[in-house]
């Protein structure tokens, strides 16, 4: 019974949160300097096309029947169409998910396999000169902006030294020629055999990846120096030293099980922010994913493309979220007792 309270409970607050989700991205719908009616019948439309094209919309209703019919939409999966493509958001929206996927994962594998070692030794040394010289570069990726870095990378890398192939998923030879069956561009590249294509999209790849998984790495670096310094110094440590236990088993056994909840929530944030962060990075590399289709969508005052993807990326967080939480049990076997 209790266990049926919880869950109702959990699904109480997922779909409150929600909800209030919806609002806070029709809220911002109207009050962004947008016009949807201009966008779709053009400046030089007359008064009675725009009044035909306004009441079409529901937008002469009162502000709370407009929030339902948008909310009533959402349920159905419907987040409005469009201006710029003609199509259902969700579509759209959908066709440019594995992109930001897949640039954003690769990220996430960059940012752990340097940030959380690093923030490791930076713990085991602290004070030190390994410590000292971790925290000046974490702080460094971290306050350099991603844009800058991004520019910066395509105007060495690819510019003067030609070691990377410039902006895009993939170059233009093989874009036609690869059936996007899943739109995961590395999955589908192999699963077609074509191994000189799959070179080509990692190629393409690093670059947008490692501006992402610098950052990230920084923040992971940070956050696990400062829950290994927090471990480290507990009684329990302490006494497994005392009992002579080697340094290298005191930190894998005691101190790494011991920060792995707060270490998986905030890999988990870290991850969903790679996600939703990636708007200014696709937009220099030209990466055809959410990020880019964002920005391309406010440039062309394609208000219901912007609230769509917006409502698209927070439940995305809020999933993640809640699939987080499934693991804390898993990970701590106190939890699984409450």
């Not at 696709?282 to 391309?296: A, D, H, K, N």
Request: charged share 15%; glycine share 8%; net charge neutral.
């Amino acid at each position: 019974m209790p266990v049926i309270k919880r869950l109702g409970n959990n699904v109480a607050i997922f779909l409150s949160t929600v909800v209030g989700l919806l609002c806070f991205t029709f809220l911002i719908g109207k009050l962004l300097p947008i016009d949807p009616v201009l966008a779709i019948v053009g400046e030089h439309a007359s008064a009675d096309v725009y009044a035909q094209e306004k009441a079409k919309l529901g937008l002469n209703d009162p502000i709370p029947t407009q929030f339902f019919h948008y909310l009533e939409k959402v349920v159905h999966g419907d987040l409005g169409t469009s201006i710029t493509t003609g199509k259902p958001v969700l579509h759209d929206v959908l066709l440019a998910v594995p992109a930001t996927v897949e640039l954003g994962t690769t990220a996430m594998l960059i940012g752990l396999v340097l940030g959380i070692p690093s923030g490791i030794v930076a713990a085991v040394y602290r004070n030190k000169i390994p410590d000292r010289l971790i925290r000046v570069l974490s702080i460094f990726s971290h306050a350099v902006p991603g844009f800058w870095l991004g520019l910066i990378f395509l105007l060495i890398f690819y510019v003067e030294l030609g070691w990377a192939p410039g902006p895009g998923r993939i170059d233009i030879a093989y874009q036609y020629s690869i059936p996007l069956k899943t739109g995961f561009l590395l999955y589908d590249t192999l699963s077609e055999g074509d191994i000189s294509a799959f070179k080509d999209a990692v190629a393409h790849l690093i670059l947008p990846s490692l501006v992402l998984g610098l950052a990230s790495a920084a923040y992971l670096c940070r956050l696990t120096r400062g829950y290994m310094i927090e471990a480290l110094t507990s009684e329990y440590i302490t006494t497994a030293r005392m009992k002579g236990m080697p340094e290298h088993v005191v930190i894998l056994r005691h101190c790494l099980p011991n920060i792995a909840v707060p270490l998986v929530t905030s890999t988990a944030l870290c991850y969903v922010h790679l996600i939703e962060g990636a708007v200014l990075t696709e937009t220099i590399f030209t990466w055809p994913g959410l990020g880019l289709y964002i920005t391309q969508s406010i440039f062309s005052a394609d208000l219901p493309a912007v609230m769509g993807a917006v409502t698209f990326i927070g439940i995305f967080y809020l999933v993640v979220n809640k699939l987080v939480d499934a693991l804390y049990p898993l990970l701590d076997a106190r939890i699984a007792k409450k």
